[in-house]
């Protein structure tokens, strides 16, 4: 193994904007300016080949900062490509709460923590710093799996003041990422929401859905369940660079058609738009969904928080150094000058002139295909609280 450099953290916040005539740092490739990122972090493309983030710097919360460095002895070409490992965790409780008042429900699942499709923008990838683990090539890599979930979520259900209301699943990350088809964690999860006649939302990147086509249609046939797929490109390569792992355009289309010919309720979610890089597909794929069955529409503009800003900028980088400048120059005038806005009814789709266009171009073709006209209404009465295991039935 090579040597690992150890230093405190004491590196200050990149700039707004790259800077000009810095040295010592990774250089973009075009005369306009350099991105403030130490070369070390960076991933030889051998190890990281089919993933989305090209460094894996240590999480923000760590007290010191590691990078590999050569000895001199071609280390470095030595170290292994990166695996997928995921560890089993036991959560005490399943249903996460929340009480954001721009979204659209106030309760979720997250079967997994890291995610496997390796989306560079994610904006759950800050959270594996509450791992000890990186945002880049950690959370794609380094998974955890909730085994246990669906007694979890049955013992949950079961507590005689829940009151039913929309689940949603995939807010965070993908519950149809690839390892799903060795762990069946949502699988497991459906059967319970199905058999207690529960409403449950569902967002997603991956063809697998279909897999619990035989769960869904009943559902959907009383009211229960609507599937959101997320659809950032048409552009088969600029989605294999930006979400390595995740199904094709194609397959997430043809996933929205055999969901909508089941009579499942479908929605599209162009999310994120990307400034300069995606935006000029939008209405092309709400064409395409629409023609595939969707009937609803949403979008989110993209997010940078945390970690993230740095990895986006190294993709870029890598990728596409040419408009690296002038997308983020407009994410920031979307979000007052900054890489990004928390603020509540502010973060999802930002504010500003280019942000009030992508917002109208949006709604204008919606209104021409008729999404969002009739939004399906999920059905909470049907609930019925399922009995634990070992649990006594009711006598009326």
């Known amino acids: 193994m090579p040597p690992i450099k150890m230093s405190a953290k004491s590196r200050p916040a990149p700039p707004a904007l790259p800077p000009q005539g810095f040295s010592g740092y990774v250089h973009d490739g075009i005369d306009e300016g350099i991105v403030e990122l130490p070369a070390q972090s960076l991933v030889a493309t051998d190890r990281r080949r089919g993933r989305g983030a090209v460094s894996n710097s240590s999480g923000r919360f760590e007290p010191v900062s590691r990078v590999s460095e050569d ?10 490509a990166f695996k997928t490992v995921v560890t089993v965790e036991k959560p005490k409780m399943i249903i996460t709460r929340n009480q954001s008042p721009d979204i659209s429900f106030d309760r979720s699942i997250n079967p997994y923590r890291g995610c496997e499709h390796g989306c560079v923008y994610c904006f759950a990838r800050p ?71 529960h409403p449950v939302g569902i967002v997603t990147k991956s063809a697998l859905v279909l897999r619990d086509l035989d769960l869904l249609a009943p559902m959907a046939a009383k009211g229960l369940v609507k599937v959101a797929l997320s659809v950032t490109t048409l552009d088969a390569k600029l989605a294999r660079q930006m979400e390595p792992r995740a199904a094709t355009p194609a397959k997430r ?50 997010r940078l928080p ?13 990728h596409h150094p040419g408009k690296l400048r002038h997308i983020l120059s407009l994410v920031q005038s979307t ?40 939004r399906s209404k999920l059905r909470n009465d049907l609930f019925v609280p399922p009995v634990p295991q070992g649990g006594q039935l009711s006598l009326f």
């Open 71 to 80: 000895d001199g002895w071609d280390s470095l070409s030595d170290l292994p």
């Open 127 to 197: 959270t594996h710093a509450y791992m000890g683990l990186s945002a880049g090539l950690d959370f794609e890599t380094r998974l955890f799996a909730k085994h246990g979930a669906a007694a979890l979520l049955e013992r949950e259900l079961s507590v005689k003041a829940y009151q039913p209301r929309m689940i949603a699943i995939g807010t965070n990350t993908d519950p149809y990422q690839p390892i799903e088809r060795e762990h069946k964690i949502m699988r497991e999860v459906l059967e319970v929401l199905a058999k207690a006649n």
């Open 253 to 302: 289309l043809d996933a929205l058609r055999q969901l909508s010919q089941a009579g499942v309720p479908t929605m599209v979610m162009v999310a994120p738009i990307i400034p300069a890089l995606n935006d000029a597909e939008i209405e092309d794929i709400l064409d395409c969904a629409r023609t595939a069955g969707a009937r609803e529409a949403g979008y989110v503009l993209l």
């Open 306 to 318: 945390h970690e993230l800003r740095d990895l986006f900028r190294e993709w870029l980088l890598e």
């Open 335 to 374: 979000r007052g000058g900054k890489d990004y806005d928390a603020r509540w009814g502010v973060r999802q789709t930002g504010e500003g002139a280019y942000a009030g266009l992508i917002g109208k171009r949006f709604q204008l073709a919606c209104q021409r295909l008729g999404l969002n006209k009739n």
